[in-house]
């Protein structure tokens, strides 16, 4: 079962990962590495001087204009629209000398009274006085999102290209193919917390934002730079914001958005910019959805120590009370049988197995697992290396999992105050049929003082896996996983099946297991 | 005959079924709504709990369960009237005159009566439910001579009156927004999860509409209140309390008290109705499995394959759409037996029928866009060439003389709305005057850019009347329309020369008289312009063509969803190889669908998005169904060539749409 002591150790400073090649992970300096950016049209590097930020936001721009005298009914009318109710009440109160004694005392006692039940709410469910921002930060997947250069990334999942949102608000769209990269502005394009390709769709792409969703459709012809804002179509509901997770369904014809404030899930059906709410009692809020790849369960997690595994086809869902805290992070399995996810306060990774339903049953559930088995604890292990002992472990931000089923990438934190807890990646080897196995393959590191924020699997990459990661610099980098399949190729997948061929080497591998179905 | 005996089987044992559960579900909600009702209409700050009580006892009263008979024989009434004037295919007025044309219709106006005299019934129980001033119509009283008489109660009759008004507008509204079209959803759920949803937006909805109708009513009532109030004195032998002053006053209606209660009134007499239309709703859309192949032959009408072709009634045909759309996504054992062949004989029936049917139902779509894009491309052009060229020099050639123009008449005198029976009589009556302001003329007071593109689809007979038209152009004609109902059909484009007004027969005659009655009409058309209420009548409302083109899109989306996906799964699952011979004509058919629905697109205002309002119960997923079809043919195709990738270049279809095909394998779509 334990854990990270089966890991090689973590390279000497100065080193970092560069690829997975005969079972093992290849390392480099860091002038080889430089090279190796170079060479490679997709390794992209953002330096956070180059990045126009917004010196002030739209409501402090109030301070640089002089006051000036309104009526009372123009200033009520402009309370009313900015703040709504608590805004008018406010404003009534604020201006006592001018209306009747009565008006401004009653509206105090409103105002009062909606102070106290809110606070009641917060104190039910905490997450609800943080800011909007502070909500995206702490419930993306991305590490210390908002000091992050890199906000979101997200792979096309068919063809060679990436989008990914900045610090600056804007999208920039990477094709190799291509000379222009479109960059994508949006008046409402504030705080990217999530962007996610449309699969079976060549151009169109979901931005969750602070205030709404928007869907660009970028033709891939076009060769713009700049493309309007009417290309943007705007998904909104009140009270659903701000969106911190999205999710496509494989099948491209929903999407799911979450937001912390709301109860509900919305399935917006795009083309027709409708939705219908999900909602159910408890959690507080939606934090994260994750739809599996063969679409038949989306995970949703809450704020608090609570997650659904919603079943698509009649939209019912499973509960899952966690013990500790709320579900950090989770990932599906190729074949949407396996789910494997984090709580929040725990160093280990769960996994659930979920069963097919029975064929031809049409509005039946799927019988779902009674527990959550562990599959890996991820406590906290010292290395000892050349310059000096080295802690890694701890909490786990996000995980993924290769479209293949055969490496799954472990963000852990770590602790940004203590040089020698470092934030690190962690990759196993997983096997999903005929058992669930577990192996581990190394860490995953990038050139010195660069903490990984962010990271994606290449959904189609030809030899293997393909690690992509965006790390604190600035800069993105792709580490290849060089093997060949043992599995069978996922769902939908073009071309030939590969051949099914045994790995290398598992008599070796073997002997350090450290999940298997055999065991548990 | 076969056919109508299986579409009775289906609307008997299924559709009145569903009907009639949705209605035992209102009637079964009708007592806590009733509760909360009177609850509300009676509370008062002052005494809370002498209210309570008070309410227990009234609703325990015989009045209370004879009104409570009555209002549940309402909504059976409105129940019944959900299942008769249903459709799934939304009626859209092109125009206004052809809006007003829906509510004079003869089935509207029963509509509309039955709606009001049910809103005086439930009034009347609200009335006697509410009690104190409200009860009766008519209280003894003395008049200022002493006499003892009976006297009429305004406040029974104001209370009876709105229910009426909002029973009539409940009605029109009905029209306005197509509150009778039954939408399907995407996401399906399971009723009472649906209905749980749903049920905030009934709340609100039926509160705001409440307020709306009560406010026009009150402006109605203040003005014109004293002609009923005088009928029914008249009548009933009432008289006027002298003493009270009558309320078609300010003094009078500005009681809050009075207000209220019509106000909660009217939202109970909605709130029902609404509740009875939403579970009508949410069970006849409820997914219907059809057996995909019987063991027995009496059965074989009842499988899919049959039902798919059914011609009688849209319903069935949508619901076995919509199951062959789930089957193909989600149960792989159904398709299964979709791919089978047939025990002896070994034909492919089941897949044969199920993907000629869906087939033909992409063609017809892509011949009704290609038909409606010509008429349209051809009227923008008329401006500039002649009427005569322009459908044979495609090329371009700018034959722009002045004589040819005067030449080859111009046909656009005749007001064609097509959803517009109304329109058509109009039409008739005074032919080329009413109906000159619509000849695009770049000259005239209409020609924004908007109006000259909403005309142009007016004169869709235009290019078949005169010398050079293609036969196929005229047999395409009356299929323009034929998305919607009956009555659109028959306000289609006749192609009849006894139509066209006979000023039109001279003008082959010298350019002289032409000069004349060109001039005579700019004048006609001048006048007219200045005519606000005819101009506001004939206008063409934006996008409703484009609407009224895909207004029974859900059938295409389903076809479309229900093909890519059984062609998808035929990668793995297909054992004979079934699918793999109609492969190509699948391909060429959604292809040649995108083609059009991309040229359709281009047009203006068909890219437009409708505005959206929340607040009415009114479905308004029609606005956006060609939206939504042209997202899921794109999603069809790449779903398609992402499942057979390079093989599909060993599929034979046209070189054009190979090439198509190609950028769709490059995702450059």
Known sequence: MCSLALFPPPLPYGQSTLCESNNELLSGTNVEDGQNQESSPLSLYFPRESLKLHSRTESSSKAAFLDHSETLWMRSAAAWRDGGLTGLLTEITNSYTEVPKWLSMSSGCTLALLRSVSSLHGSLFPHLTLSSEDMIAEFSQVLDWSDCVVRAFAWHPHADKFALALLDDSIKIYNPKSATTPTLKHRLQRSVAAVQWKPLCASALAVACQNCLLVWHVDPCSLSTRPSSGCAQVLSHPGHSPVTSIAWSPSGSLLVSASPVDTAVMIWDVAAESCVPLQRVGGGGVTFLSWSPDGSHVLASTPSALFRVWETRMWTCERWPCVKGRCQSGCWSPDGSRLLFTVQGETVIYA?????????????????????????????????????????????????????????????????QSTDRPAIIAVFKTRTSPIFELLPCGFVQGEPDAEPRLMQFHPNFQHGALLTVCWSTGRITHVPFYFLSAGVPHFGLSGSPLLPRPQDGPSVLAGQSLFSELLS | MFSTEQSCWFIRKVICWRAAASIAWAVLLLPPITAVFVILSRFSLLHPIHTISECFSLLMSASAIFSFILLCGVIIMVGFLNLEYYTVIPTIACSKIAMFGQLLHPRQFVNTLVHCIMGIIVAWCCAVTIGGRYETLGYPCTQSDGSTQMCLNEYHLILLLAGAFVGFSHSLLGVIYNMNYVSFTTVQQYKYLRFKGSLPLVVKCSATQALYSIRNYIVVYFFLGHIPRAWICKTLNLHLNSSIHTLDSIAGLLDLSLLYHMWISATFLLFTWYITLLLFRIFVTEVYSFPVQSSFTEDAHQCLPKVLSEKQSVIVKFLALQDLALLSQHSPSRRCEVFSLSQPGGHPHNWNSISRECLSLLADLTQRLVAYHDTVAT???????????????????????????FMSPRPTLLMKTPASVFARSIGRGQQSPLTAPFTPELDSPFTSPSLRRLTAPLEQCSPWYGTVQSPHVMRRAPKLWSASTDSQINGSCPPSPASVPSPQQETSKPSLLTQFLQNRKEQVKNFLAKRVLIMYLFNKLPEASSQALFADSQAHIWALEGLSYLVQASFSEDQFGVVQTTLPSILSCMLGLQEAVDRHFKLPHASSKPLRWSSSMGDSTYKTLRFALRATLKTAIYRITTTFGDHLNAVQVSTEHQKRLQQFLEYKE
Request: cysteine-free.
């Open chain 2, 379 to 405: 009227n923008g052009r008329a401006k500039s060439l002649s009427t005569g060229s322009e459908r044979k020099s495609s090329s371009g050639t700018s034959v722009t003389s002045g004589t040819e123009e």
């Open chain 1, 352 to 416: 659930l197995t979920f069963t097919d339903t029975p064929a031809g049953i049409p509005s039946s559930t799927s019988k779902g697992p009674q527990a959550a088995s562990v599959v890996a604890d991820l406590s906290e292990t010292t290395f000892t290396t050349a310059d000096g002992d080295i802690i890694v472990g701890g909490e786990i931000q996000s995980l993924v999992w290769d479209p293949r089923g055969e490496r799954l990438a472990v963000l852990l934190k770590g602790d940004s």
